[in-house]
């Protein structure tokens, strides 16, 4: 099993990041998908989830409206979209398969001008 996040980086507050976790070792359409963050300081937190087939999605209170989750499964892959980003939003984000559990080596976003 691997997940392999890309796309995070630098961006000035109000910008917009894509983030893609890329999903291999496993049936990824069978699987429920999940973004968490961590801050430095902080406890990791869940962002967004997404179901198997996509019909259901779930937000964290504090990016609803300006995230979206989605995903590709004829391409194994997980995105989140980011809008309107704020410089609370910085920390490592992280893709995770929802059971069994398994994460990816995180991607850095970092909201600051």
């Known amino acids: 099993v691997q997940l392999v996040e890309s796309g995070g980086g630098l961006v000035q507050p109000g910008g917009s990041l894509r983030l893609s976790c890329a999903a291999s070792?496993?049936?990824?359409?069978?699987?429920?998908m999940m973004w968490y963050r961590q801050a430095p300081g902080k406890e990791r937190e869940l962002v967004a989830q997404?179901?198997?087939?996509?019909?259901?999605?779930n937000y964290a209170d504090s990016v609803k409206g300006r995230f979206t989750i989605s995903r590709d499964n004829a391409k194994n892959t997980v995105y989140l979209q980011m809008n309107n980003l704020k410089p609370e939003d910085t920390a490592v984000y992280y893709c995770?398969?929802?059971?069994?559990?398994?994460w990816g080596q995180g991607t850095q976003v970092t909201v600051s001008s």
């Open positions: 070792g496993f049936t990824f359409s069978r699987y429920r």
């Open positions: 995770r398969r929802f059971h069994p559990p398994a």
């Open positions: 997404i179901s198997s087939a996509a019909e259901t999605t």
